[in-house]
């Protein structure tokens, strides 16, 4: 059974860092594109970041680029997703996606990151 | 980026009666190389993660019921549910696996 857990949210102030991680398990990790996708509280679904099965290659919504590091270590099954300078607007329930046929096939059940003072 | 946008924003269906959400895209979303629309619709339940239901604009994920079906090509796209159960009370969002962002419309709210 595939399987994504997140965790590493909380409540951070504006301008802080949070790490992020999702430990999956139930497929070959390696040989998957991951995503972050996050959710405002009673808002839309907003796409964050990609990374290549071997890590070689990211890509990242404007809103966050050059705030966030998306990254994965295969030899534990992890992805992570490091957030910094964070402002009012990051505060989410941020989801861990596997990608399958470039649509997003599993989510986990979601980290709450609340940013605020 | 390119921009999805939903309609009706929510709609309110009776029970084992038809329910149909629609998708633009503000470009093409087909991928020449294997003539496929990169169209996603999933369903998000009330507390729950999002839910893959279809993908290639019309293929249906595994255990997605055969009520849920998805038609179009281009940019117009459209979600059609057959006969509405209780179970399917829901926000739908359509997304755009073409190009990053991958971009997500603004959701429909589905309730009885």
């Known amino acids: 059974e595939v399987q994504l857990v997140e965790s590493g949210g909380g409540l951070v102030q504006p301008g802080g860092s949070l790490r992020l991680s999702c430990a999956a398990s139930?497929?070959?990790?390696?040989?998957?594109?991951m995503h972050w996708v996050r959710q405002a509280p009673g808002k839309g679904l907003v796409w964050v970041s990609r990374i290549k099965s071997d890590g070689s290659s990211t890509h990242y919504a404007d809103s966050v680029k050059g705030r966030i590091t998306i990254s994965r270590d295969n030899a534990k099954n992890t992805l992570y997703l490091q957030t910094n300078s964070l402002r009012d607007e990051d505060t989410a329930v941020y989801y861990c996606?596997?990608?399958?046929?470039?649509?997003?096939?599993?989510w986990g059940q979601g980290t709450l990151v609340t940013v605020s003072s | 980026d390119i921009v999805m946008t939903q309609s009706p924003d929510s709609l309110a269906v009776s029970l084992g009666e038809r329910a149909t959400i629609n998708c633009k895209s503000s470009q093409s979303v087909l991928y020449s190389s294997n003539n496929k629309n990169c169209l996603a619709w999933y369903q998000q339940k009330p507390g729950q993660s999002p839910k893959l239901l279809i993908y290639w604009a019309s293929t249906r994920e595994s255990g997605v019921p055969d009520r849920f079906s998805g038609s179009g090509s281009g940019t117009d796209f459209t979600l059609t549910i057959s006969s509405l159960q209780a179970e399917d009370v829901a926000f739908y969002y359509c997304?755009?696996?073409?190009?990053?962002?991958?971009?997500f419309g603004g959701g429909t709210k589905v309730e009885i």
């Open positions: 997304q755009q696996h073409y190009t990053t962002p991958f971009t």
């Open positions: 139930g497929f070959t990790f390696s040989r998957y594109w």
């Open positions: 996606v596997r990608e399958n046929n470039w649509s997003l096939d599993y």
